[in-house]
């Protein structure tokens, strides 16, 4: 049965090509080490070298694509579901009886938002103990073991915050399921009193560094819900690229192997979740900067639709929760979601509705692209394709996407293109000098892209939108499903933590499945479903598989990681691993002295 679900914005419903997703060998040169330091030099003081830089990418080659001058511009995908006629709900409820706590003798389990909240109720923990333990191990200033996920903590206030939560628990009184809970926040994302710095490491004194006034609105509905911000989370510099190294300030680490990196740009928010730490965190996500970091330390993280949490400067980029639980993903995005009454565009979203139990589940699998992934883990998703397929009734249907690799070299020129913007904004004749040797050659070549080619990309981008519209269209309630990447992490090589090191052709493959919902402004949810064998150090990689779904279907998208949460606890061999490092937050606020707390 087709959807009664009104939209503004929604693009016509039209097949587009059949085109070849043939593997295509890049030519990007690897940088790290000297030839990085010299290569950042040339690339970002000589014009040409900066252009040559820019065409070797081959971002040039999308305006010679013949057909696309028949799609209008697309510069902005914002399609908005909206609110049904007669409906009064805003947004849905979050309540305790919806996520009941896991079971206590579940392998590799994590601690939950509804976790906290029941030890808070019954009295054996307070907010405030939970704070005080945490605040040693996440602490710059005290050289907390996992300090290097962490931007800044400012302790005054996070105590604070735990003394009125824990004071609403003492009179019966609390806020909901988040109160007392401990959350971070992207080291991009307003927090008052925290100053953001996107991964850079400026001098006290910069004047474009200065602290926030306000808390945007995703992270004040959280915390209105009573959620504690610990602090920030650190980030890719820029958030420019997907392995969370950060040679200036220090990368996070993936405590489920600390070989690998932790994914970026979220890299903070991937780290402290897999640790245990936190069960929930807000993240960006311009071109994977949630889901890779989910994937990579296998935790959950979700992409809503453009604009769903709150409009920002960009087509692309979006604002969402990471979570270490299915649950915790819900509770996140449902509490950031409320309308905003001062973000006209934010406020006209109408809910998600999660899917009907007797609703017809359909996958679909685009082959040609699903087969470039690595052997492991695509033995992985087809293990779990086989649970959905046999076990919960989804109908698998094979699709073709055209232009998987040049949507995504479009993709790539436009999320540089306003990461440039946004570093001149900021930095204005500071913006190249300010940054790391990596994203100098990058925001150098970036500057590059000329106007036509982004006229171009944004009809790549209404091709593929009006495609997806198609498909969405042939298959009500379709989930495309792939992984969230192609290789169960990236290794870290020895040095690079000195300059850091640029790898297009790896960043291009690293990023290839989960371009297609930033560029046309699909929700997306990554999910861990098995581990890999380790390459090198100790402990098992995590694999993920995304799934991406119609605008607006963030619910829908959120009661499938909550099924495959259930594979990966219930069915797949040996459970969810935990990380040897993880941190037993409840067993070590159990240790704060109630008199001092």
Known sequence: MASTQRFSGYPLAREGPRTS???????NPVLRGMQLVVASKAVSWVPFLAKATWSNAKFGEIKDIPGLEKFDYRLHPVVTPLVSEGSEISRLEVTPELFPRQPEDLAGRFYSAADYHELYKSGKLTPVQVAKALIPLISREQKGKYMSAWKETRVESVLAAAKASAERYREGKPLGILDGVPIGVKEDTDVEGYTCCYGQEPEPSDPAFRPATKTLWPVAQMQAAGAIVMGLLAMHELGSDVTGCNPRRGTPKNWNNTSYYPGGSSSGAGSVLCAGLIPIAIG??????IRIPATFCGVYGLKPTLHRTHTMKSSICVIGPLAATASDLAIGYRSMTAPNPDDAIQSAFGPSIPPSPTAKKTIGICREWTDQASPVVRESMERALDYFR?????????IHIPYLREGQLAHSAWALTEAVDQLRSRMKERAIPSVNHCNKVLMSAGACTGATDLIKYSQMRALLMEHLAFLFKKHPGLIVISPTSPEPGWKVSPGDEAYGFIDGNMTIRMMMYIWLANSTGCPAVS????????EQGEGKVPIGLMAMGEWGAEEQLLAWAAETEGYLNGTLEGGRVKPKEWADVVKLAGDV?????
């Open 21 to 27: 997703s043939a593997h295509v060998e890049e030519s």
């Open 284 to 289: 960006t996500d311009a071109g994977g900067s």
């Open 390 to 398: 046999e076990k919960l009734n989804y109908e698998i249907v094979d």
């Open 527 to 534: 999910a861990p479903v098995g581990y890999a064998e380790p």
């Open 593 to 597: 002295n109630v008199e001092s707390s």
